[in-house]
């Protein structure tokens, strides 16, 4: 039950605010949210949940760390605002370059700065179009992403998104972008005969080169670990293949580390897990915790030098570009993963939350598959484990679990029947064990 308080808010709120994905419906048990103590949050009830996906899988510092709200407020108080546009810099944006460069991939050492993920995935294409302009080949323009790949919905990033529920309200998407099937260890089928399952994913990318034409593609778009989509971690021989496809037919390779990047995953950047460097990078969530809004992309050094030799300017801008307050937080944000040995600390409790799931759900008739990497996890419901179907979409499982999961005080995210769990890398192991018991409460309550 809502108190009159959060009742009242709701209502204010619901008579003049649109919000990300807006659905009036599902509002009306919506939460408002009050305040927030490392791995907590708490609502204008003042009940308390587990933040079971840190905000929006930004948060990995966790509320309340007052290190990045100084860092905000001295920098305020010394300049709020400078221009990023070329010919205007800022020292604290100049220090994230610099950073940046030493802790992104070695043939990474350029940087430039957005608001969030879409804006740097937008970014991304349009310098992978500029690039290929300049080399001389103007036709390299397509965009090859993934099914189940989530890269934020401006248009061009929508058209990259991978997740059908996004498209149809605002069709038609950019002509030139086109989806290969998600690695998912779980459900992908590789052709009978083929070298591994991991093998055969990564070549459905150089069968659609070839069906587009290689001088078409401009870059080749994918999350470390698909993340939105459902936690999909690639089998390890998916990348470096994907890396040799790459070079054969000049497609940049683009990694989506909006969500892998930072730590999460137990690395610094998650295609370190399999020793691949991409060409271009994005990033944005836990690069700030969420304490300010900020992205951006990083450049290899190739691609930096043919943008520098160019001789034209790249007439690609936001205002909000090399925000000083932003860069400060990220700034005091890299102290925080260094000192706090965040990418330890995900390996660890990551290792945890897996294991113990596995203890509670494994032997469950409805749990399909329970999958992850670091502080990333996600279990799948299915119908029929043996066959690997899924229940009805009507039936509304996961709504459903993830409504339980809520009353018990574990507040997350589904995708479809998958259950996603990144909590903050600073959750306690004791919280982890709660999370666990809270999903198999729910998940038994859901399907006795
Ligand atoms: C992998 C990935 N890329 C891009 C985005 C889009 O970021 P934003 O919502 O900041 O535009 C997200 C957001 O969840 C994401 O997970």
Redesign the pocket.
């Known amino acids: 039950m809502k108190t009159a308080s959060e009742l009242t808010l709701l209502q204010r709120d619901s008579a003049h605010l649109i919000h990300p994905l807006h659905a009036p419906a599902v509002h009306v048990s919506g939460k408002v949210w009050i305040s927030g103590e490392g791995a907590y949050l708490s609502d204008a009830d003042g009940n308390q949940f587990i933040d079971g996906l840190s905000g929006?899988?930004n948060n990995t510092a966790g509320n309340g760390r007052t290190e990045l709200a100084d860092a905000a407020a001295k920098q305020m108080r010394t300049m709020a605002f400078a221009s990023g546009y070329i010919g205007s810099t800022n020292p604290r944006a100049i220090e994230l370059a610099e950073r940046l460069a030493e802790l992104t991939y070695s043939n990474i050492n350029y940087f430039y700065l957005t608001s969030?993920?879409?804006?740097a995935?937008d970014s991304n294409i349009k310098l992978a179009r500029y690039y290929w302009k300049v080399k001389g080949k103007p036709n390299k323009t397509k965009v090859i992403s993934r099914i189940w790949g989530?890269?934020?919905v401006t248009l061009a990033?929508m058209s990259a998104t991978g997740i059908e529920a996004y498209w149809p309200m605002f069709e038609p998407r950019i002509p030139g972008f086109t989806h290969i099937p998600s690695p998912d260890p779980y459900r992908y089928e590789a052709v009978p005969g083929s070298k591994s399952q991991g093998i055969a994913a990564a070549e459905e990318l150089e069968k659609r080169i070839l069906e587009e034409g290689a001088d078409t593609v401009a870059m080749f778009l994918a999350?470390p670990i698909q993340?939105?989509g459902g936690v999909i971690v690639p089998q390890d021989d998916y990348f470096p293949r994907i890396r040799e496809i790459c070079d054969q037919y000049e497609v940049l390779m683009v990694a989506?580390e909006?969500?892998t990047g930072f730590g999460r995953t137990g690395r610094m950047f998650g295609l370190e897990h399999w020793n691949v460097q991409p060409d271009l990078i994005q990033f944005?969530k836990a690069i700030t915790s969420g304490y300010f809004p900020l992205?951006g992309i990083g450049v290899s050094d190739e691609i930096a030098t043919v943008m520098n030799e160019s001789g034209s300017p790249w007439m690609h801008a936001y205002t909000y570009s090399a925000h000083p307050v932003g860069c400060a937080v990220a700034l005091a944000m890299l102290d925080l993963i260094e000192k706090e040995d965040f990418l330890g600390q995900a390996e660890n409790k990551g290792r945890r939350l897996l294991i113990k799931l596995k203890e509670a759900l494994e032997n469950h008739p409805n749990v399909g598959d329970i999958r992850g990497i670091g502080m990333m996890c996600a279990v799948e419901i299915v119908k029929d484990r043996s066959t690997k179907l899924p229940f009805d979409a009507k039936e509304n499982i996961g709504a459903k679990i993830n409504q339980e999961a809520i009353k018990r005080g574990l507040f997350s995210r589904v995708r479809g029947d998958v259950y996603l769990i990144a909590p903050p890398i600073v959750t306690t192991e004791s919280t982890i064990d709660d999370i666990v018991d809270i999903l198999a409460a729910a998940i038994q309550e859901v399907l006795r």
């Open positions: 929006l899988w969030g993920g879409g804006e995935t989530y890269h934020g990033a999350e993340g939105a989506d909006v969500i944005a992205g």
